[in-house]
């Protein structure tokens, strides 16, 4: 399993920006697909974005779909999740997960299925996002 290290949560206020990073520790980037996710306490993980490395096509769910971008450096196998126009509804735990990309669906079908969470066998530690209103 690839290892992840999430990275740049932090407060801001309502309309600021953030970006997110999350570290992959292998050397077939490529091939894998990492997604953002986020929890509140007392709901479910839900997805945010993903990126399909080998392709870099890329899915928003609609809460975060024009205001959050997704992108990646190869070379230093790290994806990151910018962060714009930032509401309190956006405050969550968010996590960074990897799967292989040959083991999930297309990006843009990956976020209907049922418990994807269950999908993704790598999982960075989580970094609090939080937005004050």
């Known amino acids: 399993e690839v290892q992840l290290q999430a990275s740049g949560g932090g407060l801001v206020q309502t309309g600021g920006t953030l970006t997110l990073s999350c570290a992959a520790s292998?050397?077939?980037?490529?091939?894998?697909?990492i997604a953002w996710f986020r929890q509140v306490p007392g709901k479910e993980r839900e997805g945010a974005a993903c990126i399909r490395l080998g392709d870099h096509r890329t899915y928003y769910t609609d809460p975060v779909k024009g205001r959050f971008a997704m992108s990646s450096d190869s070379a230093k196998a790290t994806v990151y999740l910018q962060m714009n126009s930032l509401k309190p509804d956006d405050t969550a735990v968010y996590y960074c997960a990897a799967a292989e990309s040959r083991s999930l669906p297309m990006p843009r079908l990956l976020f209907k299925i049922p418990r994807v969470t269950r999908l993704f066998p790598s999982w960075g530690q989580g970094t609090l996002v939080t937005v004050s209103s």
């Open positions: 292998t050397s077939t980037f490529d091939a894998y697909t």
